[in-house]
């Protein structure tokens, strides 16, 4: 006879960096995409949901070949069926806009398009940065003129205004065109190669693959170097900075300060024009909050007809970690009523008047018993406080018996307890619905 083996399996648990959301924290979760949707609707911007798996090719093109991300940050694997290289995405702007250029949505006009979702780098797990982490994007897709940038800068700016938070400011800066940006680059080359024995090996490695990315060091004995390296705002023409005294305006007219960063940069060539970020000084080196800019040229890039592009992207996990630094939670989501059983023969009714209620708009939690029945009044009591619900509703024998619920105010939700009667439950879920 086998004997059967009741030693505990091994556990498994999350990948480092891939963190579980649970409640109570999924709540604040929740409530922050709900800011976000309805902020969405307010500017007229259309939720669009793309694949977590893209071809390699894509973010190659999309990010540059040279970039960390794809040299070594992406998750990226053959396809056992097909051969086909796939990566998980790192970011999200690349699949919005090959999903554009593949449906030819821009055929009628500009488009204005959000996403929600998770994005995976491969990298060492650090406070504000983790292998799966989770965006939110704004994508302007074929609107070439700065109202539009001012446009993305303000909708960031009211996110920060519906979420309470404080203290967040914001840069600015212009990359120019890409003739602009190439006799900057050929500066800044020649004045590095000047200083070459001051390179850290980073920045040896940028030099002649992308000596932007070398403006954006954190390495402090480079400060003073980069400091005095020549500055892009000086190659600038009249039509960028036209462009950029365009968004000023807009920025100046509804009070908004800035500042404008000279170092704020985007190492690729189809970045133009604007570019922006919102930090804090609240979160240590990772400061950003969300960071955007115009990309005129990806979409031509990825295969399109060549169209205007502004967005940006803001980390979820900062945002909470901020809200939270600053002490702001979200209000507790606590349900309308708690449904308490005088035994097993209630059940029916009691499930019955739930659904009763919760078809009336009402939230409602159904004591949940064992296999026994449902326990004592005193232990459902203390449930239903538990839940923070605003009425306990009671099915005992005497409510089964006339055909009525007894309903008693919790946590200062005011009045007596009464009775109502089952067939009267959706006029009184309209007298107590919230707001």
């Known amino acids: ?70 040299e070594k940050e992406m998750y990226s694997f053959t396809d056992s069926l097909n051969g086909d290289r796939l990566s998980l995405r790192p970011e999200g702007t690349a699949g919005v806009v090959r999903a554009v250029v593949e449906h030819s949505a821009l055929y009628d006009g500009g488009k204005r398009l959000y996403y929600i979702g998770p994005m995976f780098r491969h990298e060492r797990p650090q406070r504000g940065r983790y292998r799966q982490f989770h965006q939110v994007g704004v994508e302007a897709l074929g609107f070439a003129g700065p109202d539009v940038d001012a446009e993305v800068i303000l909708m960031a700016r009211a996110l920060w205004a519906d979420l309470g938070l404080a203290d967040v400011r914001l840069e600015l800066n212009s990359l120019g065109q890409p003739d602009e940006r190439r006799a900057h680059r050929d500066a800044l080359v020649r004045y590095f190669e000047a200083h070459a024995d001051r390179l850290d090996a980073d920045a040896q490695r940028r030099l002649h693959t992308n000596p932007l990315r070398i403006l954006d060091t954190k390495n402090p004995a480079m400060q003073p170097l980069v400091e005095a390296a020549p500055k892009l705002m000086d190659h600038l023409g009249e039509a960028s900075l036209k462009h950029l005294d365009a968004v000023r305006a807009v920025l100046d007219a509804v009070g908004q300060p800035y500042r404008i960063n000279p170092r704020l940069v985007r190492g690729l060539d189809y970045y133009n024009l604007t570019v922006f970020e919102w930090v804090t000084d609240q979160l240590g080196a990772q400061g950003t909050l969300c960071g955007g800019g115009r990309y005129d040229g990806l979409i031509e890039l990825i295969g399109g007809k060549p169209a205007p592009a502004v967005g940006w992207g803001l980390g979820i996990e900062r945002v909470l970690e901020l809200l939270a630094q600053q002490g702001l939670a979200p209000p507790p989501r606590a349900p309308d009523a708690y449904v308490v059983l005088g035994g097993a023969a209630a059940l029916p009714a009691a499930a019955a008047a739930a659904e009763t209620l919760r078809a009336a708009g009402l939230a409602v939690l159904l004591h949940a018993g064992g296999k026994d029945g449902p326990g004592s009044f005193k232990a459902q009591f203390k449930r239903a406080d538990a839940s923070g619900a605003r009425f306990a509703l009671i099915l005992g024998a005497d409510e089964l018996a006339g055909g009525e619920v007894s309903v008693k105010p919790l946590r200062g939700a005011g009045g007596e307890q009464q009775r109502v009667a089952l067939a009267a439950l959706p006029d009184w879920a309209e007298q107590v619905r919230t707001p």
Do not use: C
């Open 1 to 70: 006879m086998t004997i059967p083996d009741h030693r505990m399996a091994e556990r498994i648990q999350a990948v480092k960096g891939m963190n579980d959301i649970l409640p109570p924290e999924s709540a604040r979760w929740e409530w922050f995409e709900d800011k976000v949707r309805a902020l969405m609707r307010r500017y007229g911007y259309q939720g669009v949901r793309v694949p977590i798996v893209e071809p390699t090719a894509l973010f190659v093109r999309g990010l540059g070949e040279v970039t960390d991300i794809v």
